[in-house]
């Protein structure tokens, strides 16, 4: 049986030969894990969502569309001589993704696609090579007679830089300046399934940052021990998942409710009388199809 997990509430074994679960992961699923099981629940298990997409989430979405259209022209051989035109039709795709995610028209006019023109401007020379776009994986992390893990998702960008060196490229939006964490699930699992180093390429928002601020790249490479460490670890949590199912039982984890700018999104319904939990859920979240590594990662 091949499930996201969210399956798994269900028995595992009810025949005497019990079928072998082949659970596919990625770094979203993982990191709800690992931050909460009772956020894990009701993200991967009831599958609800908020209302409202993450203003932020949706600036990066946008974001990214624009950026797959541009480096898959450079990929194509279709932007040396055709500059203006590979922008203006970057440009336009970003302007239907505004309307699509709902976005603040003037805010996305004033900020979001003057930084995607700066960043444009600031890296048209940077000697990369582009490999590939957009491009799906999955390998195996963990394969026993009983239990097999594939970890999944989604890269931005394979390049490889003047010196020969090939990267992972993973895009990140930002409305204020942060630093990528190293110990992060998505770059570790990124670098251990392509066997590559990662650029975390920080893009921001930012109306009053000149653009050596708001442009930065962050160069990760990591050890075999560190890539060691990292897969035990989410091989642990899932095997604990695996349990937490069987159970039926997801406990909290208080001390991240408040770990994200506006708090856990979750945290409305875990602060309310058990009784009225549901209620609140279908009011405020909707329900969507399982989570799919290989759609966009938010993190």
């Known amino acids: 049986m091949t499930t996201g997990l969210s399956t798994l509430i269900d028995p595992i074994g009810q025949s005497s030969t019990p079928k072998k679960l082949i659970i596919k ?7 709800s894990m690992g931050n909460c099981w009772q956020l894990y629940f009701y993200e991967h298990v009831m599958n609800r969502r908020p209302l409202a997409k993450d203003v932020p989430l949706a600036r990066g979405d946008a974001m990214h569309r624009m950026l797959a259209h541009y ?8 932007y040396i001589g055709r500059e203006n035109v590979v922008i203006s039709e970057s440009i336009q795709i970003g302007r239907e993704a505004s309307v699509d995610l709902g976005l603040d028209p003037q805010i996305f006019m004033d900020e979001d696609l003057p930084s995607f023109k700066s960043y444009v401007l600031k890296y048209q020379y940077d000697g990369w090579e582009i490999q590939f776009v957009e491009s799906p994986f999955s390998t195996v992390i963990y394969d026993s007679p009983e239990l097999m893990i594939l ?3 989604v890269v931005d960008l394979g390049v490889r830089d003047p010196k020969g060196v090939e990267y992972i490229v993973d895009h990140k939006t930002e409305s204020r300046r942060s630093n990528p964490l190293l110990l992060s699930n998505q770059f570790e699992g990124y670098s251990h399934a392509l066997k590559r180093p990662i650029i975390v390429n920080k893009i921001g928002f930012q109306t009053t940052l000149p653009d050596e601020l708001k442009f930065r790249r962050y160069y990760f490479n990591y050890s075999e021990a560190l890539i060691s ?3 035990d670890d989410a091989i642990r949590l899932v095997k604990q ?3 937490r199912h069987k159970e039926n039982h ?3 984890n208080r001390t991240s409710c408040g770990r994200y700018f506006s708090g856990c999104n979750y945290i409305t319904v875990c602060s309310a009388e058990p009784e009225v939990r549901e209620h609140i859920l279908r009011a405020y979240f909707r329900l969507e199809a399982p989570w799919d590594p290989y759609t966009r990662d938010p993190e």
């Open 25 to 31: 992961l990625d770094s979203q699923i993982l990191s």
């Open 71 to 78: 480096y898959q022209a450079k990929l194509d051989g279709r």
């Open 151 to 153: 970890w999944e998702g």
């Open 229 to 231: 460490e990292w897969k």
């Open 241 to 243: 998942a695996v349990e």
């Open 250 to 252: 997801f406990p909290r």
